[in-house]
């Protein structure tokens, strides 16, 4: 069942009076919450329940999501710390177009030059959006921050994901047991 649902952020703040919350975005989540008219909320083990959305709106790196009356105040009191998550078959498409930071595992990255540098083999979630660990052709554990100056373009068919010039930003793990 947790396979099915995306966590796309985390309640950090809620004014029941308002019916409201303030939610920290998950690293690389912030999109999905643009023209979200609901949201699934999971307060603890139990299952994520359906929230509507009255509105929303940014704020010093939070999303001021505001609920219909159908969330009534007092639930909205318990929802201190909730995920906040979506079903991942509503997940939208990123901006940039690359995959989101979850599905990136497996891929093979390659230099603008078309030289394979090695393949992905895990994913590391951060507040400054995440890092890919790969391992490179020589047998090399490295990582790489998951930015827009480091990756390109992604060809989803081909499972291949484009990097710009990543000596810069790239980090030789020599000490890692995977090497």
């Known amino acids: 069942m947790e396979n099915a ?14 019916r409201s919350a303030r939610v920290k975005p998950a690293a690389g ?6 023209s979200r008219d609901r949201f699934w909320l999971c ?4 299952a ?3 929230a509507r959305v009255a509105g929303m709106h940014m704020m010093r790196g939070l999303v001021r999501v505001a609920f ?14 909730a995920r906040v998550m979506i079903p991942k078959t509503l997940r939208a498409p990123r901006p940039d177009g690359l995959p989101g930071l979850s599905e990136m595992t497996g891929l093979r990255i390659v230099l603008a030059t078309g030289e394979l540098l090695g ?17 490179m052709t020589d047998g090399r554990i490295a990582a790489l921050p998951f930015t827009d100056a480091v ?3 992604v060809d989803r068919n081909r499972g291949l994901v484009h ?3 990543p000596d810069p930003f790239l980090v030789i793990d020599d000490a890692s047991p995977d090497a």
């Open 151 to 153: 990756f390109t373009g």
């Open 48 to 50: 994520p329940f359906c």
């Open 5 to 18: 649902w995306l966590e796309i952020g985390q309640v950090v703040a809620v004014d029941a009076a308002r």
């Open 29 to 34: 989540c912030l999109h999905e919450f643009e």
């Open 163 to 165: 990097v710009a010039d």
């Open 43 to 46: 307060a603890g083990s139990g």
């Open 119 to 135: 393949d992905i083999i895990e994913v590391i979630e951060t507040p400054a959006g995440g890092a890919v660990r790969l391992k």
């Open 68 to 81: 219909t009356p159908g969330l009534s105040r007092d639930m909205v009191e318990k929802l201190g710390h």
